[in-house]
Antibody
Framework: QVQLQESGPGLVKASQTLSLTCTVS??????????WSWIRQHPGKGLEWIGY???????YYNPSLKSRVTISEDTSKNQFSLKLNSVTAADTAVYYC???????????WGQGTLVTVSS | QSVLTQPPSASGTPGQRVTISCSGS????????VNWYQQLPGTAPKLLIY???QRPSGVPDRFSGSKSGTSASLAISGLQSEDEADYSC???????????FGGGTKLTVL
């Protein structure tokens, strides 16, 4: 059974880079057919797709975040990561990683991690 | 403002049937499959319905999904107190070139 777990700092200063890692267990991120995704949820709001990595390193990002987002993978550690640069208070959210069977078929999800951007 | 439109709230009494709508356009729901997620308070979303009307194993058959044109619906029959949660729809948008979500519907069991 595949499980995902997010990790990373819970507090980031404005203008700096948010960095999170998703560790996958019970399955390999190198196995084909899946899109390893990041999604966020602003406090009290709906879900927002950030992007995904697939096919051994190909990436696809939400156009509204594309200029600030990088998703990468480390297959040796069975992890994939999110970097979001030049953060502002508007980037304060719970960040989830999830496996997407494509498209928008997210299962399973990590438990989520709250990232707060401070001034 | 979400690309997919859901009512912010819905409610029902135990045993009732409730439906939650998800309205989109030809570039999203009209062209792609819809998936539904249940988010219990303080937890991560969980896949509830995939490809418009398919239930993952373990999801009770009280939950059903449908799609017609540019709208989709989630129906919950035999409402139970443990169904109190937020429900969100999602699909791909061909015009925006990305995954889009509804704003979520908070279901209250009275």
């Amino acid at each position: 059974q595949v499980q995902l777990q997010e990790s990373g700092p819970g507090l980031v200063k404005a203008s700096q880079t948010l960095s999170l890692t998703c560790t996958v267990s019970g399955g390999s991120i190198s196995s084909g057919g899946y899109y390893w995704s990041w999604i966020r949820q602003h406090p009290g709001k709906g879900l927002e797709w950030i992007g995904y990595i697939y096919n051994s390193g190909s990436t696809y990002y939400n156009p509204s975040l594309k200029s600030r987002v990088t998703i990468s993978e480390d297959t040796s550690k069975n992890q994939f990561s999110l970097k979001l640069n030049s953060v502002t208070a508007a980037d304060t959210a719970v960040y989830y990683c999830a496996r997407d069977r494509g498209p928008s078929w997210f299962d399973p999800w990590g438990q989520g991690t709250l990232v707060t951007v401070s001034s | 403002q979400s690309v997919l439109t859901q009512p912010p709230s819905a409610s029902g009494t135990p045993g009732q049937r409730v439906t939650i709508s998800c309205s989109g356009s030809t570039s999203n729901i009209g062209s792609n499959a819809v998936n539904w997620y249940q988010q219990l308070p303080g937890t991560a979303p969980k896949l509830l319905i995939y490809t418009n009307n398919q239930r993952p194993s373990g999801v009770p058959d009280r939950f059903s999904g449908s799609k017609s044109g540019t709208s989709a619906s989630l129906a919950i029959s035999g409402l139970q107190s443990e169904d109190e949660a937020d429900y969100s729809c999602a699909t791909w948008d061909d015009r925006l070139n990305g995954v889009v979500f509804g704003g979520g519907t908070k279901l209250t069991v009275l």
